[in-house]
């Protein structure tokens, strides 16, 4: 467990539960969009791991696209302000779209991902992510794919960073501090 100062980790969802819930949510992609070709759209960086191994447990046709947002800086808590890094390459109008985020804590990026894809006239639109802390989130719209709901603790690894550390770590931990 890697540990530096007052700093610690703490296990919170194993690499074996991750990898398990995610094979689940492939296997359910793939018969929603049977005879369908997605676009799969990663919110950079934290969802670089989830995508990469979500995407290799689907079936059907897709293609894959990157959007970098930015709300965080290197705090633990968001600014409130949701500022686009890099843009989409793809085409969205009248493809269907998947969002690929790692985790949803106000819900602000995925409103603003949101409103961003709804402009492109997108033949539909629906959201994957990784880890939902559902007492704070405030979304007036359903999430699709939910790996798994969460305490409204502060959390690294599996593509998860704390001023960019503890991204490449296989299993989900608490960050205590
Ligand atoms: P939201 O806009 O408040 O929903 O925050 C979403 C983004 O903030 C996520 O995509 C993460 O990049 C980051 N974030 C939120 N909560 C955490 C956390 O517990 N650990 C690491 N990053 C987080
Ligand atoms: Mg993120």
Do not use: W
């Not at 791991?49 to 897709?62: G, P, Q, S, T």
């Not at 603790?153 to 960073?161: A, C, Q």
């Amino acid at each position: 467990m890697p540990k530096k100062s007052r700093e610690y980790l703490e296990e919170y969802i194993s690499e074996k539960k991750i990898q398990k819930r995610i094979c689940k949510i492939a296997k359910q992609i793939n018969k929603d969009y049977k005879g369908k070709k997605p676009i799969f759209i990663g919110i950079l960086n934290g969802s670089f791991i989830l995508i990469a191994d979500l995407v290799r447990e689907i079936k059907v046709d897709c293609e894959i696209d990157f959007l970098k947002l930015s709300s965080y800086g290197d705090d633990k808590i968001s600014s409130g302000q949701v500022r686009m890094l890099k843009e989409l390459n793809c085409e969205i109008e009248n493809r269907d779209i998947i969002i690929i985020e790692d985790i949803v804590d106000s819900g602000l990026s995925l409103k603003f991902i949101k409103e961003l894809i709804e402009n492109k006239n997108p033949s539909s639109l629906k959201f994957v992510t990784l880890l939902l802390k559902k007492d704070i989130s405030n979304l007036n719209f359903k999430i699709d794919y939910i790996g798994f709901e969460i305490e409204n603790k502060f959390v690294v690894g599996y593509g998860l960073d704390f001023a960019q550390k503890y991204r490449n770590l296989n299993a989900v931990y608490v960050l205590h501090s």
